[in-house]
């Protein structure tokens, strides 16, 4: 596989459930993110990692969960989501954090909290 | 803080017709400057970038100059083709804050044969 991969795509929960998102990035990269993109919305930050280093927590609400075990995994868990909170979620990874590097995105997961 | 401005959409061209984009920026130095694209069903990819002043990123018949003195990366593409209908993405990159991109809200173009 190359790039970013993610799964599940497409999940479906209610709002007692827990689940969780992986990411897996094939790029040899140091630095991987979340992003919740919502209809009629910016894209959001939620997550910055950098050599497994938690680097950025963008006032995200308890019920989201990151966990990155090494440099090429990320993962999102899920838990008590409302529905407000569905979305399609994006992962990405870049080099490092240099202004000028580029981020490759995955496909995305898209959420739907019943 | 940091901020990116983006044309409005939706915006509907006709096969060949010549397209433009505008993106204005704030922050604070010199930061990178990105345009991306998503297609439908898809994440974000790269289409061009800028990373100083006076540069131009260019990449599948699209252009972008980096407009300091205007604060503004411009998309344009001579001739639009239906396989260009996506979702176009400005954001920048400041180098005080590398790990927190600042994205547009994304403009659609949607291409009529």
């Known amino acids: 596989e190359t790039g970013v991969t993610q799964t599940p795509r497409h999940l479906v929960m209610g709002m007692t459930n827990k689940k969780s998102l992986k990411c897996e990035q094939h790029?040899?990269?140091?630095?991987m993110y979340w992003y919740k993109q919502s209809a009629k919305k910016p894209l959001e930050l939620m997550f910055v990692?950098?050599?497994?280093?938690?680097?950025e927590n963008n006032s995200v609400p308890s019920r989201f969960s990151p966990e990155c075990p090494n440099s090429s995994h990320l993962f999102l868990h899920l838990h008590t989501l409302q529905p407000e909170d569905s979305a399609l979620y994006l992962c990405?990874?870049?080099?490092?954090?240099?202004?000028?590097?580029?981020?490759?995105f995955g496909p995305g997961t898209r959420l739907t909290v019943l | 803080g940091d901020s990116v401005t983006q044309m409005e959409g939706p915006v509907t061209l006709s096969e060949e017709a010549f397209l433009t984009i505008n993106c204005t920026y704030t922050?604070?130095?010199?930061?990178?400057l990105f345009w991306y694209v998503q297609y439908p069903g898809e994440g974000l990819q790269l289409l061009l970038k800028?990373?100083?002043?006076?540069d131009k990123g260019s990449n599948k018949g699209f252009e972008a100059t980096y407009r300091k003195e205007t604060t503004s990366f411009h998309l344009e593409k001579g001739s639009v083709q239906v396989s260009d209908s996506a979702v176009y993405f400005c954001?920048?990159?400041?180098?005080?804050?590398?790990?927190?991109?600042?994205f547009g809200d994304g403009t659609t173009l949607t291409v009529k044969p």
């Open positions: 954001a920048l990159s400041a180098r005080t804050n590398a790990g927190k991109s600042t």
């Open positions: 922050a604070t130095g010199y930061p990178s």
């Open positions: 990405a990874s870049s080099q490092d954090l240099q202004a000028t590097d580029t981020q490759y």
């Open positions: 990692y950098s050599l497994e280093e938690r680097v």
């Open positions: 790029l040899g990269h140091n630095a």
């Open positions: 800028a990373t100083k002043a006076d």
